[in-house]
Antibody
């Protein structure tokens, strides 16, 4: 059974950092593009970042470019999102998702990130 | 960036009736459109991709249609378990973008 389990969310002040993790099971992330998508009440679902199966290619939404870094450890079957210089507007529920065919066919349950002073 | 518009924020439908949800893209996305269902406290679930192909395990009462800029998700005979928010998403251009969702309520 395919499962994605996010962790690492929390509450930090503006300018702070967090590192999100997404542990995958039931499949091998080295065979798939993997993504982070966030959801906030005002803007709905917003794509954040993606990484190629072997980690050689990444891309980011303009709103997080230069502040977030996506990575993966294929040996641990885990996806990461390093978030620096956090802003209030980064407050959201962060999902990791698997890309297949090419849509998001599996999602995790999400981890909450709250940025406030 | 392509803007996806789901003009109806909330749709109230009686059990057994048909629910028709619409989604419009700001420019043509061909048939590169997906629909997701999200229930409270749950992650989105893929329903439809390629505008009209049901994902694995999705009941036949869910169908999708359209191409270019105008798309429709139809739930042919609504069940109480279909109460959820439904999102469309285009994957023709980067960045992939979502609509704001249509909430389907059971009357």
């Amino acid at each position: 059974e395919v499962q994605l389990v996010e962790s690492g969310g929390g509450s930090v002040q503006p300018g702070g950092s967090l590192r999100l993790s997404c542990a995958a099971s039931g499949f091998t992330i080295s065979n798939y593009w993997m993504h982070w998508v966030r959801q906030d009440p005002g803007k709905g679902l917003v794509w954040v970042s993606r990484i190629y199966s072997d980690g050689s290619d990444t891309s980011y939404a303009d709103s997080v470019k230069g502040r977030f870094i996506i990575s993966k450890d294929n040996a641990k079957n885990t996806l990461y999102l390093q978030m620096d210089s956090l802003r209030v507007e980064d407050t959201a529920l962060y999902y990791c998702a698997r890309e297949y065919d090419p849509v998001f066919d599996y999602w995790g349950q999400g981890t909450v990130v709250t940025i406030s002073a | 960036e392509i803007v996806m518009t789901q003009a109806t924020a909330t749709l109230s439908v009686s059990p057994g009736e048909r629910a028709t949800l619409s989604c419009r893209a700001s420019q043509s996305v061909s048939s590169n459109l997906a629909w997701y269902q999200q229930k409270p406290g749950q992650a989105p679930r893929l329903l439809i991709y390629g505008a009209s192909t049901r994902a694995t395990g999705i009941p036949a009462r869910f169908s999708g249609s359209g191409s270019g800029t105008d798309f429709t998700l139809t739930i042919s005979s609504l069940l109480s378990e279909d109460s959820a928010v439904y999102y469309c998403q285009q994957y023709d251009y980067w960045p992939w973008t979502f609509g704001l969702g249509t909430k389907v309520e059971i009357k």
